[in-house]
C-alpha cells in the first residue's frame, strides 16, 4: 500500500465533500449560494476534479483496486455531512446518526486495516 498516495487520496476527499455540501446544502442557508445559481453548478467542475483526483490516489494507494475509493469516499461523506449538518444547520446528534456515524468509521477502518 502507498501511505503517501493514501494520505492525499483521504484529504482530497475530505476536502471535496465539504464542497459538495455547500454546493447542495448552501442554498438552503446561505444567501450567496440562494443568488448565485449558476455560480454554484459550476462548482461541480473543480469538484468533480477533486474526486477524480482523490479516486485515482486511492487507486494508486491500493494497487489498481477500484471498490476501496468507494467505500471510504462513502464513509467520509457521512461523516463530513453529519459534522456540516450540525455545523451550519443545528442538527442535533441523534442516536441513530451517532450509529451511523460509528458504522461509517467502521467501514473506513475495515477499508484501511483489513489485509
Known sequence: MNIL???IAIIVMFVAQVLTFYQLQ??????WFKNNYWLVVLMGIPISMLYMTSVKHFVDAYNGLIWPSRIIGFGIGVIVF??????????PLTTKTIACLILSLGIILV???WK
Not at 453529519?82 to 442538527?91: S, V, W
Open 111 to 113: 477499508q484501511l486495516f
Open 5 to 7: 498516495s493514501l494520505i
Open 82 to 91: 453529519t459534522i456540516m449538518a450540525q455545523l451550519l444547520f443545528g442538527e
Open 26 to 31: 448552501g442554498p438552503l442557508k446561505i444567501d
